[in-house]
T-cell receptor, first 114, second 113 residues
Framework: EAQVTQNPRYLITVTGKKLTVTCSQNMNHEYMSWYRQDPGLGLRQIYYSMNVEVTDKGDVPEGYKVSRKEKRNFPLILESPSPNQTSLYFC?????????????FGPGTRLLVL | AQSVTQLGSHVSVSEGALVLLRCNYSSSVPPYLFWYVQYPNQGLQLLLKYTSAATLVKGINGFEAEFKKSETSFHLTKPSAHMSDAAEYFCAVTLSRVNKFYFGSGTKLNVKP
């Protein structure tokens, strides 16, 4: 089954404690993204990657890092989380190619930073 | 830069009534446009997309949207609402298909019995 998986699904942490949210896709897509969703703001892109070792900032990259060492994985790293990073996070993987263009989303990771 | 505006953060319709969710975009060139649906405690699911083919796009669950370049709009419609349509709907735009995606702030659809 084609899917995007994220772990953990729920996470409570404290300010300053480094954490990583993993994202993996099994569709061999080159393009992947991370978003955060906040009430009234919709989804905002944090980082995206167009291929292995190719990443770029989205609209809200401050406080986040990513890496893309292999095609299937795109982890999101919070080196020193702060309460304003409390949010719902989604990873997405994109099938590209004209009319086939489709973005697949993971189930989300709900993060609470105390 | 691109932007997406969804008019109405909450829309309420009666079961069987027409659903109309509005989306306007700003872009200097024709964009690629998408509608996504999010059910409670779930991720986003693609409803339909416009990628410069037919201007009237049909999606899943009876939804459709029409791309109107002159109005820079991509409104989502469904002739007859069903209780199962209650969810949050997001409009999104991208230019290069593999570049940045911009999402609207979302519209929560409530369907009354």
């Amino acid at each position: 089954e084609a899917q995007v998986t994220q772990n953990p699904r729920y996470l409570i942490t404290v300010t300053g404690k480094k954490l990583t949210v993993t994202c993996s896709q099994n569709m061999n897509h080159e393009y992947m993204s991370w978003y955060r969703q906040d009430p009234g703001l919709g989804l905002r892109q944090i980082y995206y990657s167009m291929n292995v070792e190719v990443t770029d900032k989205g609209d809200v990259p401050e406080g986040y890092k990513v890496s893309r060492k292999e095609k299937r994985n795109f982890p999101l790293i919070l080196e020193s989380p702060s309460p304003n990073q409390t949010s719902l996070y989604f990873c997405a993987s994109t099938r590209t190619g004209g009319y086939q263009e489709t973005q697949y989303f993971g189930p989300g990771t709900r993060l609470l930073v105390l | 830069a691109q932007s997406v505006t969804q008019l109405g953060s909450h829309v309420s319709v009666s079961e069987g009534a027409l659903v109309l969710l509005r989306c306007n975009y700003s872009s200097s060139v024709p964009p690629y446009l998408f509608w996504y649906v999010q059910y409670p405690n779930q991720g986003l699911q693609l409803l339909l997309k416009y990628t410069s083919a037919a201007t009237l796009v049909k999606g899943i669950n009876g939804f459709e949207a029409e791309f109107k370049k002159s109005e820079t709009s991509f409104h989502l419609t469904k002739p007859s609402a069903h209780m199962s349509d209650a969810a949050e709907y997001f409009c999104a735009v991208t230019l290069s298909r593999v570049n940045k995606f911009y999402f609207g702030s979302g519209t929560k659809l409530n369907v009354k019995p």
